[in-house]
Protein backbone atom coordinates (compact mmCIF):
# COMPACT_ATOMS: atom_id res chain seq x y z
CA UNK A 1 0.00 0.00 0.00
CA UNK A 2 1.69 3.98 -0.78
CA UNK A 3 1.62 6.64 1.29
CA UNK A 4 -0.83 8.14 -0.33
CA UNK A 5 -3.62 5.39 -0.08
CA UNK A 6 -2.72 4.75 2.79
CA UNK A 7 -3.33 8.19 4.35
CA UNK A 8 -6.28 8.46 2.33
CA UNK A 9 -8.13 5.31 3.87
CA UNK A 10 -7.04 6.58 7.81
CA UNK A 11 -9.41 9.53 6.83
CA UNK A 12 -11.84 7.40 4.96
CA UNK A 13 -12.49 5.48 8.39
CA UNK A 14 -12.77 8.23 10.50
CA UNK A 15 -15.36 9.37 7.78
CA UNK A 16 -14.09 13.03 7.41
CA UNK A 17 -14.42 14.70 3.91
CA UNK A 18 -11.54 15.91 2.61
CA UNK A 19 -12.79 19.61 1.98
CA UNK A 20 -13.98 19.50 5.55
CA UNK A 21 -9.88 18.95 6.19
CA UNK A 22 -9.45 22.06 3.80
CA UNK A 23 -11.76 24.05 4.98
CA UNK A 24 -10.63 24.06 8.47
CA UNK A 25 -6.86 23.84 7.82
CA UNK A 26 -6.79 26.41 5.31
CA UNK A 27 -4.83 24.33 2.97
CA UNK A 28 -5.87 24.16 -0.94
CA UNK A 29 -7.84 20.87 -1.44
CA UNK A 30 -5.62 20.13 -4.53
CA UNK A 31 -2.34 20.18 -1.94
CA UNK A 32 -4.66 17.56 -0.48
CA UNK A 33 -5.60 15.83 -2.94
CA UNK A 34 -1.95 15.08 -4.52
CA UNK A 35 -0.69 13.74 -0.91
CA UNK A 36 -3.37 11.26 -1.35
CA UNK A 37 -2.74 10.39 -4.76
CA UNK A 38 1.46 9.86 -4.52
CA UNK A 39 2.24 12.73 -6.53
CA UNK A 40 4.50 14.83 -4.77
CA UNK A 41 5.66 16.78 -7.76
CA UNK A 42 2.75 18.73 -7.40
CA UNK A 43 3.90 19.88 -3.94
CA UNK A 44 5.75 23.29 -2.96
CA UNK A 45 8.94 23.34 -0.68
CA UNK A 46 9.21 20.26 1.48
CA UNK A 47 8.87 22.83 4.66
CA UNK A 48 5.68 23.39 3.24
CA UNK A 49 4.63 19.97 2.74
CA UNK A 50 5.17 18.92 5.88
CA UNK A 51 3.26 21.62 7.70
CA UNK A 52 -0.03 20.45 5.54
CA UNK A 53 1.03 16.57 6.92
CA UNK A 54 0.92 17.68 10.93
CA UNK A 55 -1.87 19.93 9.66
CA UNK A 56 -3.63 16.97 8.68
CA UNK A 57 -2.79 14.79 11.01
CA UNK A 58 -3.77 16.55 13.99
CA UNK A 59 -7.07 17.05 12.50
CA UNK A 60 -7.62 13.74 11.67
CA UNK A 61 -6.13 11.96 14.51
CA UNK A 62 -3.01 10.69 13.15
CA UNK A 63 0.89 11.21 14.94
CA UNK A 64 1.77 13.80 12.63
CA UNK A 65 5.79 12.89 13.54
CA UNK A 66 5.03 9.39 12.16
CA UNK A 67 2.76 10.82 9.32
CA UNK A 68 6.02 12.72 8.06
CA UNK A 69 8.09 10.49 8.43
CA UNK A 70 6.21 7.70 6.25
CA UNK A 71 6.03 11.28 4.18
CA UNK A 72 9.99 11.54 3.59
CA UNK A 73 10.44 7.89 2.55
CA UNK A 74 7.77 7.53 0.38
CA UNK A 75 8.97 10.81 -1.54
CA UNK A 76 12.67 9.43 -1.51
CA UNK A 77 11.52 6.10 -3.44
CA UNK A 78 9.68 8.09 -5.96
CA UNK A 79 13.26 10.20 -6.06
CA UNK A 80 14.91 7.06 -6.39
CA UNK A 81 12.13 5.73 -9.02
CA UNK A 82 12.51 8.86 -11.05
CA UNK A 83 16.04 8.59 -11.53
CA UNK A 84 16.04 4.51 -12.47
CA UNK A 85 14.21 5.98 -15.05
CA UNK A 86 15.83 8.66 -16.33
CA UNK A 87 19.34 5.82 -16.53
CA UNK A 88 17.00 3.68 -18.65
CA UNK A 89 15.64 5.75 -20.73
CA UNK A 90 19.60 7.50 -21.03
CA UNK A 91 21.18 3.76 -21.99
CA UNK A 92 18.67 3.60 -24.88
CA UNK A 93 19.46 6.54 -26.39
CA UNK A 94 22.81 5.58 -26.41
CA UNK A 95 22.47 1.72 -27.99
CA UNK A 96 20.20 3.86 -31.08
CA UNK A 97 22.91 5.91 -31.38
CA UNK A 98 25.46 3.07 -31.68
CA UNK A 99 23.15 2.65 -35.42
CA UNK A 100 25.91 1.83 -38.13
CA UNK A 101 26.86 4.92 -40.16
CA UNK A 102 27.62 3.10 -43.22
CA UNK A 103 24.02 2.09 -43.20
CA UNK A 104 22.97 5.55 -42.86
CA UNK A 105 24.64 7.27 -45.20
CA UNK A 106 23.55 3.92 -47.98
CA UNK A 107 19.58 5.16 -46.61
CA UNK A 108 20.59 8.59 -47.43
CA UNK A 109 22.31 7.60 -50.71
CA UNK A 110 19.19 5.75 -52.11
CA UNK A 111 16.78 8.76 -51.00
CA UNK A 112 18.58 10.98 -53.13
CA UNK A 113 19.02 8.99 -55.49
CA UNK A 114 15.37 8.17 -55.85
CA UNK A 115 13.71 11.99 -55.49
CA UNK A 116 16.51 13.21 -58.61
CA UNK A 117 15.11 10.08 -60.48
CA UNK A 118 11.38 11.08 -59.93
CA UNK A 119 11.90 15.05 -60.89
CA UNK A 120 13.71 13.73 -64.45
CA UNK A 121 10.33 11.50 -65.13
CA UNK A 122 8.56 14.69 -64.45
CA UNK A 123 10.69 17.51 -66.26
CA UNK A 124 10.81 15.24 -69.31
CA UNK A 125 6.70 14.45 -69.52
CA UNK A 126 5.76 18.33 -68.66
CA UNK A 127 4.19 19.39 -71.30
CA UNK A 128 5.28 22.62 -73.38
CA UNK A 129 2.86 25.62 -71.91
CA UNK A 130 1.26 28.18 -74.41
CA UNK A 131 1.86 32.33 -73.69
CA UNK A 132 -0.12 33.95 -71.15
CA UNK A 133 -2.72 35.57 -73.05
CA UNK A 134 -2.96 39.41 -72.78
CA UNK A 135 -5.23 40.75 -70.16
CA UNK A 136 -7.89 42.92 -70.96
CA UNK A 137 -7.25 46.22 -69.70
CA UNK A 138 -8.88 47.13 -65.60
CA UNK A 139 -11.35 49.99 -65.81
CA UNK A 140 -10.88 51.68 -62.56
CA UNK A 141 -14.22 51.95 -60.85
CA UNK A 142 -14.98 54.68 -58.19
CA UNK A 143 -14.27 53.69 -54.72
CA UNK A 144 -16.76 52.69 -52.41
CA UNK A 145 -17.95 55.35 -49.32
CA UNK A 146 -16.29 53.37 -46.67
CA UNK A 147 -18.78 52.75 -43.46
CA UNK A 148 -17.83 54.27 -40.12
CA UNK A 149 -17.78 51.79 -37.91
CA UNK A 150 -19.08 52.31 -34.15
CA UNK A 151 -16.76 52.57 -31.64
CA UNK A 152 -16.58 49.19 -29.64
CA UNK A 153 -17.87 49.68 -26.03
CA UNK A 154 -15.36 49.40 -23.20
CA UNK A 155 -16.01 47.98 -19.88
CA UNK A 156 -15.43 50.08 -16.91
CA UNK A 157 -12.32 49.62 -15.13
CA UNK A 158 -12.60 48.38 -11.54
CA UNK A 159 -12.65 50.64 -8.88
CA UNK A 160 -10.54 48.92 -6.60
CA UNK A 161 -7.58 46.53 -8.26
CA UNK A 162 -4.85 45.25 -5.67
CA UNK A 163 -1.28 43.73 -7.03
CA UNK A 164 0.79 41.73 -5.21
CA UNK A 165 4.30 40.68 -6.69
CA UNK A 166 6.15 38.20 -4.31
CA UNK A 167 9.86 38.40 -3.64
CA UNK A 168 9.62 35.35 -1.90
CA UNK A 169 7.23 32.34 -1.12
CA UNK A 170 4.18 33.70 0.72
CA UNK A 171 0.69 32.22 1.48
CA UNK A 172 -2.28 34.58 0.65
CA UNK A 173 -5.50 34.17 2.16
CA UNK A 174 -8.23 37.35 0.38
CA UNK A 175 -11.50 37.81 0.73
CA UNK A 176 -12.70 40.36 -2.10
CA UNK A 177 -16.11 42.43 -1.36
CA UNK A 178 -17.11 40.02 1.22
CA UNK A 179 -17.47 37.10 -1.13
CA UNK A 180 -15.24 35.47 -3.22
CA UNK A 181 -12.45 33.93 -0.86
CA UNK A 182 -8.90 32.61 -2.06
CA UNK A 183 -6.35 30.79 -0.13
CA UNK A 184 -3.21 30.18 -2.54
CA UNK A 185 0.67 29.53 -1.45
CA UNK A 186 2.60 31.81 -4.23
CA UNK A 187 6.57 31.09 -4.62
CA UNK A 188 9.03 33.68 -5.61
CA UNK A 189 8.57 35.48 -8.98
CA UNK A 190 4.75 34.73 -9.11
CA UNK A 191 2.20 37.83 -9.19
CA UNK A 192 -1.34 38.09 -8.01
CA UNK A 193 -3.89 40.78 -9.48
CA UNK A 194 -7.31 41.00 -6.96
CA UNK A 195 -10.09 43.06 -8.61
CA UNK A 196 -13.07 44.85 -6.25
CA UNK A 197 -15.69 47.31 -6.20
CA UNK A 198 -15.36 48.64 -2.78
CA UNK A 199 -12.96 46.13 -0.23
CA UNK A 200 -10.18 43.18 -0.09
CA UNK A 201 -8.87 41.74 2.80
CA UNK A 202 -5.89 40.13 2.93
CA UNK A 203 -3.90 37.27 4.99
CA UNK A 204 -0.04 37.55 4.39
CA UNK A 205 2.08 34.40 5.91
CA UNK A 206 5.33 36.31 4.79
CA UNK A 207 4.63 40.46 4.33
CA UNK A 208 8.22 40.80 3.70
CA UNK A 209 8.15 38.86 0.44
CA UNK A 210 5.26 40.73 -0.95
CA UNK A 211 5.42 44.36 -2.89
CA UNK A 212 1.72 45.32 -2.76
CA UNK A 213 -0.04 47.64 -5.32
CA UNK A 214 -3.21 49.92 -4.91
CA UNK A 215 -4.48 51.08 -8.65
CA UNK A 216 -1.33 51.17 -9.76
CA UNK A 217 0.19 53.52 -6.33
CA UNK A 218 2.69 51.48 -4.23
CA UNK A 219 0.86 50.68 -1.34
CA UNK A 220 3.38 50.40 1.86
CA UNK A 221 1.42 49.07 5.36
CA UNK A 222 3.98 48.17 9.01
CA UNK A 223 4.21 44.82 10.29
CA UNK A 224 6.44 43.23 12.68
CA UNK A 225 9.51 41.04 11.75
CA UNK A 226 8.52 37.46 11.82
CA UNK A 227 4.93 37.66 12.25
CA UNK A 228 2.20 37.03 9.60
CA UNK A 229 0.20 40.37 8.51
CA UNK A 230 -3.58 39.23 8.77
CA UNK A 231 -6.97 41.50 8.41
CA UNK A 232 -5.20 43.71 6.20
CA UNK A 233 -8.19 45.89 4.66
CA UNK A 234 -7.80 47.58 1.62
CA UNK A 235 -10.57 49.73 0.65
CA UNK A 236 -10.81 52.95 -1.55
CA UNK A 237 -10.83 55.28 1.67
CA UNK A 238 -7.53 53.73 3.83
CA UNK A 239 -6.22 50.28 5.73
CA UNK A 240 -5.87 48.19 8.64
CA UNK A 241 -4.12 45.53 10.12
CA UNK A 242 -3.96 43.53 12.91
CA UNK A 243 -1.43 40.90 14.43
CA UNK A 244 -1.51 37.46 16.41
CA UNK A 245 0.80 34.87 17.74
CA UNK A 246 2.28 32.36 15.29
CA UNK A 247 0.79 29.23 15.06
CA UNK A 248 2.16 25.77 16.31
CA UNK A 249 3.95 24.30 12.51
CA UNK A 250 5.39 27.73 12.33
CA UNK A 251 3.51 28.13 8.99
CA UNK A 252 2.40 31.13 9.41
CA UNK A 253 -1.04 31.65 11.08
CA UNK A 254 0.01 34.62 12.87
CA UNK A 255 -0.41 38.10 11.69
CA UNK A 256 0.97 41.59 12.03
CA UNK A 257 -0.07 45.29 11.33
Known sequence: MSFGTWLRRQREIREIPLREIADVTKISIRYLEALEQDRFEMLPAPVFAKGFLREYSKYVGLDPDEVVNSYLTAAKGSDEEGAEAEE??????????GFPALIIFITLFVVLALVFFLLRMWSSREPQREPPPIAAPVI??????????????????????????????????????????????????ESMRLEAIGRVELTLGN????????????????????????????DLEGATATDDEPGEDGSGQSGAA
Open 88 to 97: LAAQGSSRTS
Open 207 to 234: PAGVRVEVNGEPYSFEFAAGRVARDLVI
Open 140 to 189: PQAPTPAVPEEPEEVAPAPPLVVTMDFTEDCWVEAEVDGERRLSELHVQG
